[in-house]
């Protein structure tokens, strides 16, 4: 159900080849696109398609296995592995989510010096052995997505006035994640309140979003409060302001709720690519430009401020903690 949207749709090719106007061009757009809807879609991102369709197939290979399977590499303390369905509720939802995930983050071993530190979220990814597709398949989406989250930082910098590398610095180690997900048919006659994904806003910097052409992504409008659809366009990956982003810019990026409805009467897949940066790095207005008597956020860590999500909103997460009480 690929279609037409209200949404901005922003050409990024001119970051993909280091031309010299297209960063200001593009910040341009950017800016207008998060002090507007705070979603847009990016064309020619330079992503290929061979890629993502691969990712995609061996994600789905996957998610078709019986849950005692994919239960051996359930999640573990660093956010990596199968997420069963039931584990993510919403701030504020009635319901769980209607979905299951499998999450990756940067592949770091056992000896690296962050891991040795004690680095929260820091460590391997799990993969499993019996769909060996998936590890090669989803480290180039990630790898990918890490490349183009770094060219689309440089233009959020210029379009909040800031120089081209300023996140640079604070991406060494990106706390990026990215997340198969699946989705399965909901019934359309279901109770309202029941999601894929209840109505939320995301916890990092910019989120990138691929999904497949089923539809069902639904984003509040700012004026109206009311949700348009936010549909699959041929060729385009879906990005979105996180509350990371919005803090750090005192809110001039904030942060737009969204949803899934999987109304398709088909399952449903995404791929969702949360570009954070480093675990240490500070968060604070101030830093970008908020006079002191302005600022309305006391600084804190990246990592802490994705923590404190994951703990309000994952079920493994209260069950670590429960087990180490």
């Known amino acids: 159900m690929a279609g037409t949207t209200s949404l901005p749709v922003i050409d990024v ?32 991102h330079g992503v290929p398609a061979a890629v993502i369709e691969g990712a995609a197939a061996a994600a789905r290979e996957f998610f078709h296995l019986p849950p005692e399977r994919k239960a051996l590499v359930k999640a573990n303390k660093l956010h990596r592995g199968w ?3 039931g584990g993510a509720l919403m701030e504020g939802a009635r319901h769980t989510d209607r979905k299951e995930f499998f999450s990756i983050g940067l592949e770091l071993p056992e000896d690296d010096p962050s891991v040795l530190a004690g680095e929260a979220l820091r460590g391997p990814n799990q993969w499993p052995d019996f769909v060996p597709a998936l590890q090669p398949a989803m480290s180039a989406y990630y790898d990918a997505m890490m490349a183009l989250g770094g060219r689309l930082m440089r233009a959020v910098a210029v379009s909040l006035g800031l120089p081209e590398d300023f996140f640079v610095p604070r991406y060494t180690k990106p706390l990026q994640r990215t997340q198969a997900i699946f989705y399965p048919p909901q019934d359309v006659g279901a109770e309202e309140e029941i999601f894929g994904v209840a109505p939320h806003t995301d916890f990092g910097c910019i989120t990138l979003l691929w999904q497949d052409d089923n539809g069902g992504l639904q984003v509040r409008e700012r004026q109206s409060g009311g949700w348009i659809d936010a549909p699959p366009l041929p060729g385009t990956l879906v990005v979105n302001v996180g509350d990371l982003l919005g803090r750090w810019s005192n809110d001039r990026f904030a942060s737009t709720p969204h949803r899934v409805v ?16 480093d675990f240490g790095a500070l968060i604070d207005p101030r830093e970008l430009g908020t006079p002191e008597g302005e600022a309305r956020y006391e600084p804190i860590t990246a990592g802490q401020h994705i923590l404190n999500r994951f703990d309000q909103a994952f079920g493994y997460r209260k069950a670590l903690a429960t087990a180490a009480g």
């Open 13 to 44: 090719s001119g970051l993909n080849r280091g031309s010299a106007n297209a960063v200001p061009q593009v910040a341009a757009a950017i800016r207008d696109a998060c002090m507007g809807p705070g979603f847009f879609y990016v064309s020619e």
């Open 83 to 85: 997420h069963a369905m």
């Open 262 to 277: 999987n109304r398709s009467g088909r399952e449903r897949m995404s791929i969702a690519t949360f570009h954070d940066p």
